[in-house]
């Protein structure tokens, strides 16, 4: 326990010390939001100036680290110099210099910590337009990358990316079932519950301070809270019967839980000490699956009223309740996209499940997976409303894959025998 | 307790065959100096000893037995499903029975689905069939305070593999020990 205590602590204060670490950028022009799609960026080598072979392996480290996500983002291409033929159209270059300090014994690996400058510049003529210091050490090579990403994003897009953003979800092998967590791109694996019985449906506060979860870790299903910096685990609500996955309020403050106290499945707001805030469903089908709108002020729900799971939107009072989904048998486990345009979901035809995109206002409803996925459950958006993550068994076992919903492309996230589901995106 | 005279049965038989043997084995050697044990064999004692272990009644703790194990079965559920089919109302009938027999013990009603669908929606289901065991057993007589229902929805699956045979097997209402 004291040990993943320990990675937690690691994991949010390296973070918070990139940051800080980071210098005043220097700004040459002034741009804000640029309309583009898929930029050329041409990434050249780090210079290392000294350190020796580990500094040579930081550099390839970290320019394969901003690669990887500039391809993943969607916005950008990645491109090395020998793929270039016409020079004359590239418009962005990353540069860096690397210098590594490698010293004798006694020295702090504060002290150690290579010096390091990332750059971002135009063409033509090597305009400057953003410069990064860092000082990371050795073993936050990975996040200092992504840091600098982050930055390129919010510099040409005037949005933060996905580089900075992590994957909550539960997996399991049958007997039991345990919240881990990723970075977005597959690395930095932990895990964050270890209580031999199920937990499930884990959900980022916005803050990303806390995870709420489903567990059965006192018997029965309750809904508990994880503190990300202590790692400690806190009860939010368990009531008899069913308590189901727990859905943040954007403004942190109240969780939307379906509770079956009643007898039956009903949708609640909770404040997160587990008081009833409002129920906002009356009803003796089952009602689950809440997602807020980006505003608070909807949700969109499954019930099964109609005799089969349909989606429903209601106001955040429990009025104006009005239905989603009209296609399909059975339809569950909606996500409301960040700009509050889109809706995913699980939709099961012919005995498969598959991922859904459909408008808000209940149009223009598309697959995003066809039958070679075999089924598809739990679709979470990232931040950047244009990635989802989901679980997939296309490969005989569930396990978690990403996909761009503009473009179609899709990656592997996780690896391995056991089962992940229920995933969640970060803030 | 059959076992045990079972073996009690079988020792005693050995003995006598040992004790038969042994005298007609050594009757025809006369060059041998070694003085025969005379001493007779006494399996007496043995056989009193295993007798009153066996009279002794042995108390069944059948609250730390699986309900399976005397005669509570689960029950299972079409696709999609929670209401009870006549063949699950029968053998519930048959566990009320039991289960009045045991009034000091509290059972577990767990509600399973088969893998198809979504994790939520088949935890919902779940608790619906759980309630439709939990209803009918108390609308027979059974106390609702002899019963407790939970869900594990796709979790927990007693059968592995994606096909039919898998599926009806995973979708039951299984009774435990709390």
Known sequence: MSRIVWKLLFLCL????????????????????????????????????????????????????IRVDLDYSGFFRALSAEDISDTT???????????????????????????????????PGRQLLLSKRYRPTWDRLRATAHHFVNELHLFLNNEPGISLTQVVFARGDGERRDIYCLDYDGENLLRLTANRTFNLFPSWSPDKDDVAFMSYREGQQGIYMLHTRTGKVGLVNETVGSNLAPAWHPGGEELLVSLSKVGQHEIYRLKLDGTVIRRLTVSPAIEISPSWSPTGRDVVFTSDR?????????????????????????????????????????????????????????????????????????????????????????????????????????????????????????? | MNRTLMMVSIMLAALFLVVGCGGSDQAPVVDD?????????????????????????????????????????????????????????????????????????????????????????????GEKRAIAVRDFLVSLGIPSSQLRITSYGEERAFASGSNESAWALNRRGHFARP
């Not at chain 1, 206002?361 to 979470?380: A, M």
């Open chain 2, 33 to 125: 100096p070694t003085p025969v044990d005379t001493t007779p064999i006494d399996p007496e004692p043995v056989a009193e000893e295993v007798d009153t272990v066996a009279d002794e009644p042995e108390p069944i703790d059948y609250a730390s037995m699986a309900p399976q194990e005397y005669g509570i079965e689960d029950v299972f559920f079409a696709f999609d499903e929670y209401t009870l089919s006549d063949e699950a109302m029968a053998t519930l009938s048959a566990a009320a029975g039991i289960m009045r027999q045991h009034g000091d013990i509290t059972y577990v009603v767990e509600g399973h689905c088969d893998e198809r669908g979504t994790v939520e929606y088949n935890l919902a289901l």
């Open chain 1, 306 to 427: 109609t005799g089969t799971p349909q989606l429903y939107i209601m106001d955040a009072d429990g009025s104006g309740r009005r239905r989603l989904s009209f296609e399909g048998r059975y339809n569950d486990a909606a996500d409301w996209s960040p700009n509050g345009e889109q809706i995913i979901y699980a939709c099961r035809e012919n005995n498969i499940t598959q991922i859904v995109l459909i408008e808000a206002r209940g149009e223009n409803r598309r697959f995003l997976t066809d039958s070679s996925w075999r089924n598809c459950e739990d679709p979470s958006w990232a931040p950047d409303g244009r990635h989802i993550v989901f679980a997939s068994d296309r490969t005989g076992v569930f396990k978690l894959y990403v996909m761009d919903v503009r473009d179609g492309t899709s990656r592997q996230l996780t690896f391995g025998d056991e089962s992940d589901k229920t995933p969640d995106w970060s803030p």
């Open chain 1, 14 to 65: 390296t973070l918070f010390a990139v940051n800080a670490l980071a210098g005043d950028p220097e700004i040459s022009i002034g741009t804000s939001r640029v309309a583009f799609d898929r930029i050329d960026m041409l990434v050249q080598p780090l210079d290392v100036v000294s350190g020796g072979t580990e500094a040579q392996e930081a550099a390839w480290l970290i320019e394969s680290v």
């Open chain 1, 89 to 123: 159209r590239i418009q962005y270059a990353i540069e860096g210099l690397l210098e590594g300090r490698l010293a004798g014994t006694g020295v702090t690996p504060q002290e150690r910590a290579p010096l390091l400058t990332l750059k971002l510049v135009a063409y």
